[in-house]
């Protein structure tokens, strides 16, 4: 385990199991569809890399940078639309993956923009769902783990642009974002 970690609170085979367990059921609501899979990066990618790969039906992938953090574990409250989809998503039956759901600002924001552009539907799928947090009126269609209130690392998560590439979801040490 990483040593900024506290502990591993899902291991890669907890991970493993979960992910393709939520995409088979994904899957089975799309037959006879094409859906635009959007993952937002960079925190989905792992997830979104394991979860596409259980999908049958064909998909279409794209993929958007937001962000309504700064560098920190606050939220600043503003959504910013880093890189736009290159697809059109009117008529578009959208499934939109996602790391994690903490306050719900910035899925809340993302959903009603890609309905505001015509999609046809839109589906949310989240890794991990922070439901104590949350502020905004939104909760995942789909998701793999409810989690406590703490900030964690890996499979794709980041502090500070770190700790994305650990196979595993770790709780990080308290002491290294409050230094
Ligand atoms: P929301 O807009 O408040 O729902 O925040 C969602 C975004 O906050 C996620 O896409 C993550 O980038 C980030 N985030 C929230 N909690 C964590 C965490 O525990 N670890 C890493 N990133 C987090
Ligand atoms: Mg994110």
Do not use: W
């Not at 992938?61 to 920190?72: A, E, H, K, N, T």
């Not at 905004?136 to 900030?151: G, K, Q, T, V």
């Amino acid at each position: 385990m990483h040593k900024d970690c506290e502990r591993i609170m899902l291991t890669e085979e907890q991970l493993r199991e979960r992910v393709k367990e939520i995409a088979l059921q994904v899957d089975k609501v799309y037959e006879g569809k094409r859906p635009l899979v959007v993952g937002i990066l960079k925190g989905s990618i792992i997830f979104y890399a394991d979860f596409i790969r259980h999908l049958t039906v064909p998909v279409e992938l794209d993929f958007m940078v937001v962000s309504s953090y700064g560098s920190g574990t606050v939220s600043s409250g503003k959504l910013k639309i880093k890189k736009d989809l290159d697809r059109d998503v009117k008529g578009r039956d959208v499934i939109i993956v996602e790391d994690i759901i903490d306050s719900g600002f910035t899925l809340a924001n993302l959903k009603a923009l890609l309905l505001e552009r015509g999609a046809a539907s839109v589906m949310i799928v989240t890794l991990l769902n922070k439901k104590e947090r949350r502020e905004y009126d939104i909760a995942p269609d789909y998701n793999c783990f409810d989690i406590e209130n703490e900030f964690v690392v890996g499979y794709g998560l980041d502090y500070n642009e770190m700790y994305r590439s650990l196979p595993y979801i770790g709780i990080l040490k308290r002491n290294v974002y409050e230094k």
